[in-house]
């Protein structure tokens, strides 16, 4: 199995900047794909950023409403994947899991962290 922990959340005024951080333990080496999503209370979870195990620019992905803020980056010798957030808008305000898929198709969560947009 996978645990996933997510650090980095907290509360920042718009167009500030946080960094997301999340670390895997456990059978690590079944990890291909890692990710970041959110959820803002009443509002289903969305995608935010995704990045397989090569971290090249070709296996990023993110969502439109994040594009040119938000930057995802790997680090596969500790096992953690950070998502840099800049220029963040009230908008940006959710919840952040950290997610992780195997080669074979397992999926892990992490717990989740705060982050909140608001002057």
């Known amino acids: 199995q996978v645990q996933l922990v997510e650090s980095g959340g907290g509360l920042v005024q718009p167009g500030g900047s946080l960094r997301l951080s999340c670390a895997a333990s456990?059978?690590?080496?079944?990890?291909?794909?890692m990710g970041w999503y959110r959820q803002a209370p009443g509002k289903q979870r969305e995608l935010v950023a995704r990045?397989?195990?090569?971290?090249?620019?070709?296996?990023?992905n993110y969502a439109d409403s994040v594009k040119g803020r938000f930057t995802i980056s790997r680090d596969n010798a500790k096992n953690t994947v950070n998502l840099q957030m800049n220029s963040l808008k009230p908008e940006d305000t959710a919840v952040y899991y950290c997610?992780?898929?195997?080669?074979?198709?397992?999926?892990?969560w992490g717990q989740g962290t705060q982050v909140t947009v608001s002057a």
């Open positions: 456990g059978s690590i080496f079944s990890i291909n794909v």
């Open positions: 990045i397989n195990s090569s971290g090249r620019l070709n296996s990023i």
């Open positions: 997610n992780a898929l195997s080669r074979s198709g397992g999926v892990w």
